[in-house]
């Protein structure tokens, strides 16, 4: 799960300006509920993900 999260946070982090890429992502990696994969996300990161990607990137991004 970790390592599944960290490629996540790696690819969201490249792609944050592109539209839906938090869902995209997140699905392709086996999160099919994107409820369940924010809570994951944000309890391994300490922030959801499109918090995440704004702090980081500064670029638009769509909330799962």
Do not use: K
Request: hydrophobic share 35%; with cysteine; net charge positive.
């Amino acid at each position: 799960m970790i390592r599944r999260l960290e490629t996540i946070r790696s690819e969201l982090l490249l792609r944050g300006d592109d539209r839906g890429c938090i869902r995209e992502i997140a699905l392709r990696w086996g999160f099919h509920n994107l409820n369940h994969f924010s809570r994951v996300f944000r309890r391994y990161f300490g922030l959801p993900p499109l918090t995440y990607i704004r702090q980081r990137t500064r670029g638009p991004c769509t909330e799962p």
